[in-house]
């Protein structure tokens, strides 16, 4: 970051430092791009070894429920789990439509006795657990939904059961107003609250929370180039980037690990902030494909869709029980004409030839995936709900590869632009500040030069005018006179100590430096007629010019020293023409008196 601090504002110079800073151009060699493949291939090996090792392994002891049952609030728990007819066995297909679902989990004598209930975290109002013996005894605990914690199996919620002993053969788990299918299909029975009693899902707690920091990455990577370049694409980049990673924290148990917030709390959070990425990944396309490779009315219709999934989240978040039966389902198909858009967004971009799109595909395909899955699983009521969270996981690594990648690539393509608008700008400034007709500076030139060329000892001006040249025009004509003023450029002779510049018309300024600068300004001007005659034929008579030299005072401004110079060389045309007036003091004076002004001689 300390590379940063010498950077401006200015676009230009901002680039420059883009190109010097190191870890930009670690990113964009071959090495840093290597390296950067081989660790996200390293981490998606072991995230997909450790998540399947751990998925076997929880099934060998966890107890899924085998039969379920529906009733009304009002009646009472115990009424229904012991109404043989209500229980439906065999049926997975479970509904939410009834206020309160009960789940049956059969304890074998040779099963661990569990501890815990745990499940999907959705809104609920509550869960009544009960324990039940094989002599008919029953022992009841409720939890409400603000006391549910929050599981270290990623985004689960569990609740501690009633005592289980030996005797007890049957778990009753009832959930009122239930407001997401998955937390009855994922519900389960279990001993130990997974991370920490098992090595394998402390591996893939430790995975994730590497997945977490290569998040954090691209977020330094933007800050730094914000504070250069204030292209609007970088903050949407960071913006999803953050809220990935948000995900990633409140969806595993890292969060239940660092900060251990209420089960409901994780619930409703997560449900904003897959709004959030939702909405970021939108407005992030809508700015980061190049102008003019997408169509208009796609890249119109993407901030809708971010103000679509920013309403679809809070109202989900803030107001799960409305319509709660199909409340879910309907929030998720809503999400599809957001997917419509983005795909077609992509696609229109990669027909139309954008590499920023190229870089956007890549990366968000397996995120899409996982949109798919669960766009589908989520519709479909025959279908088992799938959060494919191993794949979303997948999704995040590509997606902190190639999209960060892309952004780097943009800017790679800013400084070729910015290459290209320089060049283009400097032939542009060159042209207007050099004469067409003679190829020497102009007046235009020496103004903007003037307090540099000071600076490197250029203190004396010369202004030169050809003596009678209208009158060359005038017999000659205009193309001899042209010929004429080529021929006194070319006598002017500029080189590293003497600068020529032609102010228009038939006058000429020489800006020279050094002790004998007068005396090279005065071989000049008695070169011209020489010149001028060896080069334009036909001319009746010699060529002459009239000269006023004068050196600079102390801090003096180009316009005062200007019309001393010219005062000089009027005084010098008054005289008879073809002669020098010089006020330029000697070595010696220069030594003895630096900041007098000189006097006419």
Known sequence: MS??????????????????????????????????????????????????????AADDTDIRGSCWASGSISEEVVTI????????????????????????????????????????????????????????????????AAALASSMV???????????????????????????????????????????????????????????GMLLMPLFFNAAFYRILREPFVLWHSALTLSLLMTILVSSGLSVAFF??????????????????VASGAMFTYSFIEPGLMHPVLRRLLPYCAAWALFLATFHAAFPFVARPIQSSAYTAAFAPILAVFLLSMVDALCRGSRAAKFQAIGYSPL?????????????????????????YVGCLCEVLFTTLGVADRFVTIKRERDRARTEADLLERLSETDPLTGLLNRRAIERQFEQLRVEGFATL?????????????????????????????????????????????????????????????????????????TVAGLERPVTASMGVTDLCDDESFASLYERADKLLYEAKSAGRNRTRSAVRSMEAQEIFPNECPLAA
């Open 3 to 56: 590379d940063l601090v010498h950077c401006t504002r200015r676009p230009y110079a901002a680039l420059n430092c883009i190109e010097s800073f190191s870890p930009y151009r670690d990113l964009m060699s071959w090495g840093g791009f290597r390296e950067s493949i081989l660790a996200a291939l390293l981490l998606l090996v072991a995230l997909a070894h450790l998540g399947a090792g751990s998925a076997s």
């Open 81 to 144: 789990a012991r109404s043989a007819e209500r229980w439906l066995c065999g049926d997975q297909k479970f509904s939410i439509a009834a206020e309160r679902v009960l789940l049956r989990f059969e304890i074998s004598p040779d099963d661990s006795p569990p501890r815990y209930f745990l499940s999907r975290r959705s809104a609920l109002k509550g869960v009544h657990l009960l324990a039940i013996d094989r002599d008919g005894a029953v022992r009841q605990t409720f939890v409400a």
């Open 154 to 212: 990623g985004g689960y919620f569990k609740a501690s059961l009633p005592e289980v002993t030996h005797a007890t053969r049957q778990i009753v788990v009832a959930i009122d107003l239930p407001s997401h299918r998955m937390t009855l299909e994922r519900a389960l029975l279990t001993s130990i609250d997974a991370v920490g009693g098992d090595k394998g899902d402390m591996r893939l707690l430790l995975i994730i929370a590497g997945l977490a």
């Open 260 to 277: 251990n917030p209420p089960a409901m709390t994780l619930s409703w959070m997560t449900t904003l902030i897959f709004g959030i990425t």
């Open 368 to 392: 899409v995936l996982v949109g798919l899955i669960r766009l589908v699983s989520g519709i479909i009521p025959w279908f088992h709900n799938a959060d494919a969270m191993l794949m979303f």
């Open 462 to 534: 010369a202004v030169i005018d050809l003596d009678h040249f209208k009158a060359i025009n005038d017999v000659n004509g205009h193309v001899v006179g042209d010929a004429v003023l080529k021929a006194v450029a070319k006598a002017l002779q500029a080189d590293l100590n003497v600068l020529a510049y032609r102010f228009g018309g038939e006058e000429f300024m020489l800006l020279l430096r050094g002790g004998d600068a007068g005396t090279q300004a005065e071989r000049r001007r008695n070169a011209i007629p020489a010149i001028v005659a060896n």
